[in-house]
């Protein structure tokens, strides 16, 4: 099917839709390319220094087909760090008060460290981002994030109230666990030269999700008094 840019053209219902179902993988598939090159140019040169251009060419289609799935700069950028945010939601899902501390804490650092190895590059551009002062990160995405933090604070408190880890901030975790999980997307560099190795391998991340875990589950969980 030719990738055009045009509206579906039906005289009844039943073909607008049929149409629009068969658009649907085109539409998927041109704005993960859009999204992907995207990510790489801003996280390089930031919102400002990244042009529409430059981001179709990128992502090998026309300019006005990225015009067509977005109306701006601004609004890729935007998407990309939707995109971002609800990965790490995807991660923070773990953090359940109907499970026990140690199977939690462990699944969400190892999701956090799959997520930066998998998406480096959005990752990068977030810090960035945030180190810029944040003022291109919209209200709403920042709303959530505070939001989805309250609740999963409200589950680190529940553990340590009925005595399952040690009285703790649970703010001061999550800003602990995201600091070191996200270190080896947006310092690689370090990291690798920490590790005497060229690059980071799945074995490497595997290794730290094992240190981060045994670390922070040394001081989180309770031990019994005598």
């Given at each position: 099917?030719?990738?055009?840019?045009?509206?579906?053209?039906?005289?009844?219902?039943?073909?607008?839709?049929?149409?629009?179902?068969?658009?649907?993988?085109?539409?998927?598939?041109?704005?993960?390319?859009?999204?992907?090159?995207?990510?790489?140019?801003?996280?390089?040169?930031?919102?400002?220094?990244?042009?529409?251009?430059?981001?179709?060419?990128?992502?090998?289609?026309?300019?006005?087909?990225?015009?067509?799935?977005?109306?701006?700069?601004?609004?890729?950028?935007?998407?990309?760090?939707?995109?971002?945010?609800?990965?790490?939601?995807?991660?923070?899902?773990?953090?359940?008060?109907?499970?026990?501390?140690?199977?939690?804490?462990?699944?969400?650092?190892?999701?956090?460290?799959?997520?930066?190895?998998?998406?480096?590059?959005?990752?990068?551009?977030?810090?960035?981002?945030i180190l810029q002062g944040a003022g291109h990160l919209?209200?709403?995405?920042?709303?959530?994030?505070?939001?989805?933090?309250?609740?999963?604070?409200?589950?680190?408190?529940?553990?340590?109230?009925?005595?399952?880890?040690?009285?703790?901030?649970?703010?001061?975790?999550?800003?602990?666990?995201?600091?070191?999980?996200?270190?080896?997307?947006?310092?690689?560099?370090?990291?690798?030269?920490?590790?005497?190795?060229?690059?980071?391998?799945?074995?490497?991340?595997?290794?730290?999700?094992?240190?981060?875990?045994?670390?922070?589950?040394?001081?989180?969980?309770?031990?019994?008094?005598?």
């Amino acid at each position: 099917m030719a990738e055009e840019l045009r509206e579906p053209h039906a005289s009844a219902e039943k073909g607008l839709t049929v149409q629009a179902a068969s658009d649907e993988p085109i539409r998927a598939r041109n704005v993960l390319k859009i999204l992907t090159a995207a990510v790489e140019i801003f996280s390089r040169k930031g919102l400002d220094g990244a042009r529409i251009v430059e981001i179709a060419k990128a992502s090998g289609l026309p300019k006005g087909n990225v015009y067509y799935y977005f109306s701006s700069k601004e609004e890729i950028y935007n998407a990309a760090i939707d995109h971002l945010i609800h990965s790490w939601d995807d991660a923070f899902r773990h953090i359940s008060a109907d499970r026990e501390p140690s199977d939690a804490i462990e699944a969400y650092v190892r999701a956090k460290l799959d997520n930066a190895r998998e998406n480096a590059a959005e990752t990068r551009l977030f810090a960035n981002e945030i180190l810029q002062g944040a003022g291109h990160l919209s209200i709403k995405a920042r709303d959530h994030m505070r939001t989805v933090t309250s609740e999963k604070a409200r589950v680190i408190d529940a553990w340590a109230a009925v005595g399952k880890i040690e009285k703790i901030d649970a703010r001061h975790l999550f800003i602990l666990l995201w600091s070191v999980t996200q270190f080896y997307a947006e310092f690689e560099a370090l990291a690798c030269d920490a590790l005497n190795v060229s690059e980071l391998t799945a074995e490497d991340y595997d290794m730290a999700a094992k240190t981060i875990t045994q670390t922070v589950l040394g001081g989180l969980l309770s031990r019994p008094s005598g």
